[in-house]
């Protein structure tokens, strides 16, 4: 099997079981959480957005692919000629345009639609952040990345599948493996076979994801199991979750838990 043919595998498999343990997939898988990707495009402390910047011009037109609420796509506006932001969530693409709006920025254009269904024209840089876990054809989702950027592609990839961290509670609940989604490891052997040479750099590992009382890490992660209120599983949850949420300084976390490592992959083309 080759790369691309054991990427979509692994894809395929972790869609199945999730559909299996979730029912009917809702349209828009962001609606619930789209608000907490909203952020401060003035803002100078994110290392990624740092990282990105480092390979913007002045007079560049970016495209951002997968831009999610615009948590790189409008800082990155500051730092360039254009940003395009490609997004097929309607409830992504809102908190993009409102906090364009609040922050005035209007060196911004949103497409909503899925990268493989876009039509947009080519951009100096590509970049795409945190996305490709979920493609199934990763060959031609990259291939059209490629093809898109007149000068550099830039890729933020995790170095664990973003699912990992609740892997132990998922098997417990649901009373067999989680089948992971692809990340990093996977996707270097892609570009090899794609015949593209790419340079890594690892940022800054992101912070653990936290809560503010054991409710609201029983509600998000409950949520990400595809768990629901007065079920057996959800019971099993709470069994669950009584060894394995520690608390310190007033903030509480999974047990064993890890920072994620990201890595920036570029290429020029």
Partial sequence: MSAIEAWGEMVRVEHEQSDRMRGTRPSDTWRQHASRFRADPNRTDDTQVEAIRSHLLLDDTLLDVGAGGGRLALPLTLSCRHVTAVEPSPSMGAVLRETARDYGIQNVSLVE??????????????????????????????????????????????????????????????????HLLPSLP????????????????????????????????????????????????????????????????????????????????????
């Fill in 113 to 178: 639609s899925g990268w493989l269904d876009a039509q947009v024209d080519p951009a100096d840089v590509v970049l795409c952040s945190n996305v490709v876990y979920v493609i199934q054809d990763i060959g031609e989702f990259v291939r059209k990345l490629h093809q898109h950027a007149q000068r550099t592609v830039l890729m933020v990839i995790f170095q664990t599948s973003p699912l990992a961290q609740v892997r132990d509670l998922w098997d417990q609940v649901h009373g067999e493996t989680r």
């Fill in 186 to 269: 996977q996707f270097l052997p892609v570009l090899d076979e794609l015949g593209i040479s790419c340079k890594m750099t690892e940022l800054e590992s992101q912070q653990l994801r936290v809560y503010q009382s054991p409710s609201e890490a029983r509600d998000d992660i409950a949520a990400r199991l595809f768990v629901a209120e007065g079920t057996e599983a959800m019971e099993r949850l709470d069994r669950a979750l009584e060894s394995s949420l520690q608390e310190q300084d007033g903030q509480w976390n999974v047990v064993g838990t890890q920072p994620s490592r990201p890595f920036l992959v570029s290429w020029e083309t």
